[in-house]
């Protein structure tokens, strides 16, 4: 992990939460990068070559991969998170969205800051339950300690971030068993049982 002196954490510090609360994923911007990722996943499958991120660096990229999974792990209904490509989608948003890499470099730069304090270790480093216990005092804005607002702040940017990348992926979709986006040869018009419950 790259050591970062007083001044460059203080600085990574200060731009994460600001940054983190101008953040507006557009619409348009999930689903490029959405699609992005697909195609990424998909050649990696195909070539059975692993995904070389183009923003995060190597140790940015196990920890987002751990955290995603945190947020998303595989249920019985569909795969973790990483498997639907979340760490890929927000390596697009990166670097398509320039303007929001600090925010991003500077909360995983907390998140190591934090748990260093703690536990003389980085995210990566700790145990599972150091790891929970970690994002359990960030995931909750209105239970968090004051000093915790920078973390609150990139957390849910990054919560947000990825559930909008699994859930606009062909696994995420899925697993909302999400209709849309279908040929329908022959419209017959509203089904009765929605008529009925809508009372027309």
Not at 9 to 14: E, M, P
Not at 23 to 28: P, R
Not at 123 to 146: E, H, N, Y
Not at 155 to 172: E, P, Q, V
Request: with cysteine; proline share 6%; charged share 20%.
């Amino acid at each position: 992990m790259p050591t970062m002196n007083r001044r460059q954490l203080l600085q990574a510090l200060a731009a994460a939460p600001m940054a983190a609360a101008a953040i507006s994923w557009t619409e348009a911007d999930v689903h490029a990068a959405s699609r992005a990722a697909d195609e990424a996943l998909q050649t990696a499958q195909r070539t059975n070559r692993r995904y070389t991120p183009k923003f995060f660096t190597a140790h940015e990229w196990a920890t987002v991969g751990l955290m995603v999974d945190l947020i998303i792990p595989r249920d019985e209904k569909s795969g973790s998170a990483t498997e639907a490509a979340v760490p890929e989608f927000m390596d697009f948003m990166m670097i398509d969205q320039p303007t929001r890499q600090s925010a991003m470099r500077g909360g995983l730069a907390w998140i190591d800051h934090e748990c260093q304090q703690r536990h003389d270790k980085s995210f990566v480093g700790c145990t599972d339950a150091q790891r929970a216990a970690m994002l359990d005092d960030i995931s909750w804005p209105r239970k968090a300690r004051p000093e915790m607002a920078a973390g609150v702040a990139f957390f849910n940017s990054f919560r947000d971030l990825t559930a909008s990348g699994f859930f606009t992926s062909k696994m995420g979709m899925a697993d909302l068993q999400y209709e849309g986006n279908t040929f329908v040869p022959n419209w017959t018009g509203c089904p009765p049982e929605a008529i009925k419950k809508l009372g027309l």
